[in-house]
């Protein structure tokens, strides 16, 4: 099976433009979820999607958004980007419905913003 | 905020001898999984523990959980050099996917 997959990988971004980041699962997995990570905080949950919903969000602003397509595709969008949104960002699928979920991550984007 | 924190923060050991590194978490907990990640690439899930299991073997893989101590604990035995990379602890607490990660812990091998 392919493995999780991010696009682009690399991204550099001026502060007030907008982004779009995309993560196709494995095969057959319907859960994707999305992480920011940076040296300063660390991996930060940033929201679940599971057959379209959305099922759980982290505490980020409202400019982080996400969606997830019935192929279960998902996109993240970044809008009035700033400095800090400066990332490796991690999308991770998972097969289960219930737990205990066993994720699988891509080998995320990184995103630069000037 | 992070749910765990992983202790050391970096650890140096020869090839050849154990690594163990441990975590601490903060709420109640239904699963603690461990990760690998090498050099700010994607994360590698290594194992999974339930809050009702106290230990877990795979291959070179140890790991144990403390619930009343809200803490576990990973060992990699005969250490390699390609196990150089950064390890987190994961935890989930409620519905769905929802992670939280540990600060982790950068572990370099030396051959």
């Known amino acids: 099976k392919a493995g999780v997959t991010q696009t682009p990988r690399y991204l550099i971004k001026t502060r007030g433009q907008q982004v779009t980041l995309s993560c196709s699962p494995i095969?057959?997995?319907?859960?994707v979820s999305w992480y920011q990570q940076t040296p300063g905080q660390g991996l930060q949950f940033l929201f679940e999607y599971f057959s379209e919903t959305q099922r759980n969000k982290g505490n980020f602003p409202g400019r982080f958004s996400g969606r997830q397509f019935s192929n279960s595709r998902s996109e993240m969008n970044v809008s009035t980007l700033e400095l800090g949104d400066s990332a490796l960002y991690l999308c991770?699928?998972?097969?289960?419905?219930?737990?205990?979920?066993?994720?699988?991550f891509g080998p995320g984007t990184r995103l630069t913003v000037t | 905020s992070q749910q765990g924190e992983e202790d050391p923060q970096a650890l140096s050991i020869q090839e050849g001898e154990n690594a163990t590194m441990n975590c601490s978490y903060k709420t109640s907990i239904n699963n603690l999984q461990w990760y690998r990640q090498n050099s700010g690439r994607g994360l590698v899930h290594l194992i999974l523990?339930?809050?009702?299991?106290r230990e877990k073997h795979s291959g070179r893989l140890r790991v144990t959980l403390d619930t009343s101590k809200k803490s576990s604990s990973l060992l990699i035995t005969a250490s390699r050099a390609a196990d150089t990379a950064s390890y987190f602890c994961?935890?989930?607490?409620?519905?769905?996917?929802?992670?939280?990660f540990g600060t982790g812990t950068s572990l370099t091998v030396i051959p």
């Open positions: 994961a935890t989930d607490e409620g519905t769905g996917n929802q992670f939280y």
């Open positions: 095969s057959g997995h319907r859960s």
């Open positions: 991770a699928s998972s097969a289960t419905a219930q737990g205990p979920y066993e994720q699988y």
């Open positions: 523990i339930r809050s009702n299991e």
